[in-house]
């Protein structure tokens, strides 16, 4: 009888152990047998509906505006380069490489004009040294330089004095003369045999 007692004298903590047990299974396994909630659907379908689509953006974004920069538009970057920021230009360069990654035929005639002019336009050190319509202002310079020569040259000669005597026909003809009577360079000027040329007359 004593072994008996102390056989049954353990089965009431294993009985309450095993209570206990139960209790805090059905604990954990409330919420998974709790009832539905349709809103609680709703929440995680728009979640995953919009995770979905920041994902496909940031895959068709260029590489610029997935790192956080905006989206220069390049419809008209012939007018805005000079005005860029080097920044702005990097991303400029970024959205073109990405544009360029496609087919050609699928760009826009505004894209394939702004990959052009920034791979092959007139910009930094393709800056032609003369501008539009400098050619024009030069060639009107240089007249208005040979016009104002010509009038200065024709107010000089109308104040200027007579031309010195020695400068006549008739004295430099005399001038010859003499230089036959002296017979001035008799080997090739002037006093030599078969001379041909004009001796000292310069004046017409």
């Given amino acids: 009888m004593q072994v008996l007692r102390r056989m049954s004298c353990p089965a009431r903590p294993l009985a309450s152990t095993l209570r206990s047990t139960s209790a805090s299974t059905t604990q ?23 995770s979905t689509a920041l994902a496909t953006h940031a895959e068709k974004a260029p590489s610029g505006v997935a790192s956080g920069e905006s989206i220069i538009p390049i419809s008209n970057i012939q007018a805005q380069w000079e005005t860029m920021t080097e920044e702005e230009r990097s991303v400029v360069h970024e959205q ?3 544009l360029q990654s496609r087919d050609w035929r699928s760009l826009s ?39 104002a020569t010509g009038v200065l040259w024709t107010v000089i000669r109308q104040y200027a004095k007579e031309p010195p005597r020695t400068m006549t026909k008739e004295w430099q003809a005399a001038s010859n003369e003499r230089a036959l009577e002296q017979k001035q360079n008799p080997i090739t000027g002037i006093a030599s045999e078969g001379y041909k040329g004009k001796g000292h007359i310069q004046s017409k």
């Avoid at 004009?113 to 040294?129: E, L, T």
Wanted: aromatic share 8%; no cysteine; net charge positive.
């Fill in 28 to 50: 954990r396994l409330a919420p998974l047998t709790a009832p539905f909630n349709p809103a609680s659907t709703s929440v995680i379908s728009s979640f995953s509906t919009s």
């Fill in 96 to 98: 073109l490489e990405e």
């Fill in 109 to 147: 005639l505004d894209e394939k004009r702004a990959a052009y002019y920034v791979a092959f336009g007139p910009h930094g050190s393709r800056v032609p040294a003369t501008k539009q319509g400098e050619q024009s202002k030069v060639a009107l310079g240089v007249l208005a330089a040979l016009a």
